[in-house]
């Protein structure tokens, strides 16, 4: 009897573990109310101390529950079993972070590190609830895995510097301005170190605000410039290539995937948006691959943890931009669709399908929360771009005579063909579409190639994923030029459905891989090299050198005078000669740049009492004036700023 006293030792460790995270989990909610509530010097004994105690009591206990027949019966319950217990766990700490999150909100508290890392948690207890297996850990499998897949492996990582010369090269530099709404967005991702913004599942405009923290740390290290503004939407660029390759390859198979991977590589449109921080679409182009990735792959292997993963990787999104909420209403489609129409197959994997909903809505409850006290701010793109919000859908039909269905019908069009035929002008200024002819011939030949094989629910979604998103803008968003830059979140799917129909394409007349290896690889790396240097020229030659973005010459000359004041090496005044188009303050990129106080002066430079070593700053239509000035009080510091061919800015230090 007492040989066996190890193995009973072993099957009681579940109670005890179960017992051992109520303790756990006591400490922490302690923590949290005690973290919740003002702090005094006064307090000897903080509220809620009663709590830890107890936990720590009840951590205590945990590890005298004796071996014997009550303790081993109960412990064999599968109420106590593995997957139970980290489901519970997975709750208790979504349910934890949701009441702590408005506890801290109601108290304004600063960090939020231990609330993200628990809610971070509660996701990661759910997936491995799914994923945990009785098999040992083995790193020589591991191993095996890697010298099997190595070559693969090597393929994705080219491909991926690839990706990274043309996104890093003078990320700094080109674009040589930032827009506007760059500016907008680097001050309020400074902002996030206090306010409303340090709430990481905050949002403003729909940019998560965990997503600007992510921004902010980034310009903690490489400073308030255009480099750390723009290093995180160049890194999503180059994630976009191993998450295009994963989804790919799981529609498809290798060749597929690592054409994919290339195209999305070399793309001109997503290489541009890869270097500018205005608009967060850019991360989708990595997000949802990975997350439909999952989705798709655990429905087919019927594996719950891929699922889950999908789930809580979508959550997660909510916290980056407001396309998480397009993501959501897709996945909802495609299972209902599933459910009707391809009944058979989606009922053996209705249980895949709930831990796809269960990680979501176990991740979800802090998004929800925020959205629930700050309506506006959850629907705050809608409010101010919607079709039906700012009533642009109702003065169109007024203007036009048209019947809603025919304009959203030409809208959702409009959308899709924004991908290969209207040219990328929003937020960019390229005259040249996302996708160059060839592709959009390949892209076209795809279409009709995944409609063809649509009772494949792979190729249902992937028809989902495009369909659904020019569906999504074209109907819910305006104005129509911006869809050149927010079916960005589609051209994962387009560059996928283009590979597939070059190869089908191939396939028709002869050129097959598994007949024709040779013809078949020099066919492809010819297109590809095209494209590359189609897209190279597109962005390098056509946009970068020609001043294109930020065609506002005012939101342009706000970037020289922010980088200006950066040079500016003493602390006397500046002034500006301002006008009612050109003044210290239009743009938000200057104020991004530098938080140095300007002097605007409207009045005639003569009337200007300026001392030595301070400066004069003048914008285009005043730099004449500021010659002559400077020639009639010579020996300062005469500096122009030149924008392509044009000088757009003379500072002037005065002797």
Request: hydrophobic share 55%; no cysteine.
């Given at each position: 009897m007492v040989e066996v006293q190890p193995e009973q030792a072993g099957d009681v460790k579940k109670i005890r573990r179960f017992v051992a995270f109520i303790g756990v989990f006591l400490l922490l909610i302690s923590q949290f109310l005690v973290f919740s509530q003002p702090t005094s010097?006064?307090?000897?004994?903080?509220?809620?101390?009663?709590?830890?105690?107890?936990?720590?009591?009840?951590?205590?206990?945990?590890?005298?529950?004796?071996?014997?027949?009550?303790?081993?019966?109960?412990?064999?319950?599968?109420?106590?079993?593995?997957?139970?217990?980290?489901?519970?766990?997975?709750?208790?700490?979504?349910?934890?972070?949701?009441?702590?999150?408005?506890?801290?909100?109601?108290?304004?508290?600063?960090?939020y590190i231990p609330l993200v890392t628990v809610w971070l948690l509660s996701g990661i207890c759910y997936v491995y609830a799914f994923a945990k297996s009785n098999s040992p850990f083995d790193l020589a499998k591991i191993g095996e895995w890697f010298k099997k897949h190595r070559n693969e492996i090597l393929s994705v990582f080219f491909v991926m510097v690839l990706a990274a010369i043309p996104r890093f090269y003078l990320l700094g530099k080109i674009p040589r301005v930032l827009d506007g709404d760059e500016g907008s967005v680097g001050n309020f991702a400074r902002a996030t170190v206090a306010g409303g913004l340090t709430n990481p599942f905050a949002l403003w405009e729909n940019f998560g605000s965990l997503y600007l923290q992510l921004i902010n740390i980034s310009m903690k290290f490489f400073g308030y410039n255009a480099f750390g503004l723009r290093l995180l939407p160049a890194i999503g660029g180059v994630l976009a290539v191993p998450a295009v390759y994963l989804f790919a390859r799981w529609l498809g198979g290798r060749r597929i995937a690592i054409i994919s991977a290339i195209m999305i590589a070399i793309s001109h449109s997503h290489v541009h948006f890869s270097r500018i921080a205005s608009v967060a679409y850019i991360q989708d182009a990595w997000l949802i691959p990975l997350e439909l990735y999952f989705?798709?792959?655990?429905?087919?292997?019927?594996?719950?943890?891929?699922?889950?993963?999908?789930?809580?990787?979508?959550?997660?999104?909510?916290?980056?931009?407001?396309?998480?909420?397009?993501?959501?209403?897709?996945?909802?489609?495609?299972?209902?669709?599933?459910?009707?129409?391809?009944?058979?197959?989606?009922?053996?994997?209705?249980?895949?399908?709930?831990?796809?909903?269960?990680?979501?809505?176990?991740?979800?409850?802090?998004?929800?929360?925020?959205?629930?006290?700050?309506?506006?701010?959850?629907?705050?793109?809608?409010?101010?771009?919607?079709?039906f919000q700012t009533g642009w859908l109702e003065n169109t039909m007024q203007a036009t005579g048209q019947s809603a269905f025919q304009i959203l019908s030409e809208r959702v069009i409009h959308a899709f063909l924004s991908l290969f035929y209207y040219p990328a002008l929003d937020f960019y200024g390229s005259p040249s579409p996302m996708m160059s002819t060839i592709s959009g011939v390949m892209l076209l030949a795809g279409l009709g190639i995944i409609l063809w094989q649509i009772r494949n629910p792979a190729y249902l979604l992937l028809n989902g994923y495009i369909w659904g998103s020019a569906v999504a803008i074209g109907v819910f968003a305006t104005p129509p030029s911006a869809d050149s830059y927010r079916m960005l979140m589609a051209l994962p799917a387009a560059v996928i459905i283009a590979a597939i129909g070059i190869d089908k394409i191939l396939e028709a007349i002869g050129l097959e891989w598994k007949i024709a290896r040779t013809a078949y690889s020099f066919t492809i790396t010819a297109i590809l090299t095209s494209l590359l240097f189609f897209n190279l020229w597109t962005y390098y030659a056509e946009f970068a050198g020609q001043c294109r973005f930020g065609a506002d010459l005012a939101g342009r000359f706000a970037t020289y005078l922010g980088v200006q004041l950066q040079e500016i090496d003493n602390e006397n005044r500046v002034y500006m000669l301002s006008n009612d188009y050109y003044f210290h303050g239009s743009h938000p990129s200057t104020l991004f740049l530098s938080l140095r106080p300007v002097i605007n002066f409207t009045d005639s430079i003569n009337t200007l009492d300026a001392v030595s070593g301070e400066t004069v700053i003048a914008p285009p239509d005043r730099i004449e004036e500021l010659e002559e000035w400077a020639r009639q009080h010579p020996g300062g510091q005469l500096h122009y700023e030149y924008d392509c061919e044009r000088v757009i800015l003379l500072s002037y230090r005065v002797p």
């Open positions: 010097e006064e307090i000897v004994f903080p509220p809620y101390l009663g709590f830890a105690i107890f936990g720590v009591f009840i951590l205590i206990v945990s590890q005298l529950i004796p071996t014997n027949a009550f303790w081993l019966r109960l412990s064999s319950r599968r109420i106590f079993g593995d997957r139970v217990f980290w489901l519970f766990v997975a709750l208790l700490l979504s349910v934890t972070t949701a009441l702590a999150l408005n506890a801290f909100m109601v108290y304004r508290r600063l960090n989705l798709i792959s655990g429905l087919q292997k019927r594996q719950s943890w891929r699922t889950a993963l999908s789930g809580v990787l979508i959550a997660i999104h909510y916290s980056v931009y407001l396309t998480s909420q397009i993501i959501t209403g897709l996945v909802f489609i495609y299972m209902l669709i599933a459910l009707i129409f391809y009944r058979s197959w989606f009922k053996e994997r209705f249980s895949q399908a709930l831990a796809f909903w269960g990680g979501f809505l176990i991740t979800i409850p802090p998004s929800v929360i925020y959205a629930y006290q700050n309506p506006n701010e959850f629907m705050n793109r809608l409010g101010n771009s919607g079709t």
